[in-house]
């Protein structure tokens, strides 16, 4: 037998690898081997009929939460991930120096999402607490144990976090973003920061910022954000700022996702780099985000078009988690990491984190996600 699995006649759809059209997806010893019109049939342990079905990369989430019962940002994140087609995904800035070897042991032992991190600058981490943020309080950054925690777990840490808002960061100055960045550079990896609701505005914070830095949630619609206090046309700064190669991510969560915000960006022509969803327990439980292919219907709503939403949901987030051509991507060699996803027609309310509704007309449903080349979840009939 050629293969372990074959996914045999769906729609592949893998912008990334320049992969489209019918095709068949062959599958041993958990990577992918063939993907070609009209592989043996026969020549496979198991055949999967993907007709009708859009048939995807694993989808890679660059931003959620993973660390269970140590905040309010943890969850099972296994069981929401394969319901939504979501093979890996990254934790942005749980944890910190202090307690980083408890988001590794969560991960190692009850974790199957292929899993990396970004270390919070501040020693606490994310700790969830209405009492000020993780870095309110100056001391709590720890620069040099961050950047230590980082070097000694390569195969894990990839970045490092800063949350800047009010009430997370000791001064409202580019101060915290200078020091995160300094760190970044001793650990010779990105930095992802956190912008919503800046009290200063995000061309200061782009200032100090370099290429392939990451900057989250960049539709949030409230102070300072990409288009400033006018809210109405993109910042120039913004725009440069993407030119030149910072990452604009927009993870949803519970307070950065605006309708009217994303609809004016696409509409002046600013796309987000990666599509991820801030997934923590509440916001999965209660909405609005719920999961990644429901983030991935609002921007499809919006105008983004389909192959650039999966692009934006598979080998982009990848390359920037180390993984370009292993993960996120159909092409042979790769670990056998598929979504298998139905684009259903109908009327679908869909919310933002400010509260307002739109109908759309299509939504991306995650029916079967396959992971290092098992079936990890197959959604029942309905
Ligand atoms: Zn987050």
Excluded at 12 to 41: E, N, S, T
Aim: some cysteine; hydrophobic content about 40%.
């Amino acid at each position: 037998m050629t293969y372990d699995l074959l996914v045999a006649g769906g729609d592949v759809i893998d912008p990334g690898a320049g992969l489209k059209g019918a095709m068949d997806v062959g599958i041993a010893g958990g990577k992918i081997v063939a993907v070609a019109p009209h592989l043996p049939h026969a020549e496979a342990r198991r055949t999967i009929s993907a007709k009708g079905l859009l048939v995807a990369p694993g989808l890679v989430d660059i931003h959620a939460h993973v660390f269970v019962n140590a905040h309010d940002m943890g969850g099972h994140t296994d069981h929401f991930c394969r319901h939504s087609g979501v093979t890996t995904l990254c934790d942005a800035g749980s944890t910190g120096s202090s307690n980083f070897a408890g988001l590794r042991q969560v991960i190692d032992e009850s974790v199957r999402t292929r899993i990396r991190a970004f270390v919070n600058l501040s020693a606490i981490g994310i700790t969830g607490t209405s009492r000020g943020g993780e870095l309110a309080h100056f001391p709590y950054a720890d620069p040099e144990g961050c950047a230590r925690t980082i070097g000694e777990n390569p195969d894990l840490a990839i970045g490092v976090k800063l949350r800047y808002g009010p009430g997370l960061v000791w001064e409202y100055t580019t101060e915290p973003v200078k020091l995160a960045r300094r760190t970044a550079a001793m650990a010779g990896v990105p930095l992802m920061i956190h912008i919503t609701d800046s009290p200063i505005p995000l061309p200061d914070i782009l200032a100090e910022m370099a290429p392939g830095d990451i900057v989250t949630h960049c539709y949030h619609g409230r102070a300072n954000g990409i288009m400033g206090e006018e809210k109405q046309f993109v910042l120039k700064e913004v725009v440069e700022a993407q030119r030149h190669g910072i990452i604009f991510d927009c993870a949803h969560g519970r307070n950065h996702f605006n309708f009217r915000m994303i609809e004016k960006a696409l509409d002046q022509g600013f796309l987000p780099d990666t599509i991820s969803t801030d997934l923590t327990l509440t916001s999965a439980t209660r909405g609005p985000v719920w999961d990644l292919a429901t983030t991935m219907s609002k921007l499809l709503h919006f105008g983004l078009p389909l192959d650039e939403v999966i692009r934006r949901a598979t080998a982009a987030p990848a390359k920037i988690l180390g993984y370009e051509g292993t993960v996120g991507t159909l092409r042979p060699g790769a670990n056998a990491d598929l979504a298998l996803i139905e684009l259903r027609d109908g009327r679908f309310e869909l919310t933002d984190s400010d509260g307002d509704t739109i109908t759309a007309r299509r939504r991306l449903i995650t029916r079967t996600t396959i992971k290092d080349g098992r079936i990890t979840y197959e959604r029942p009939a309905d």
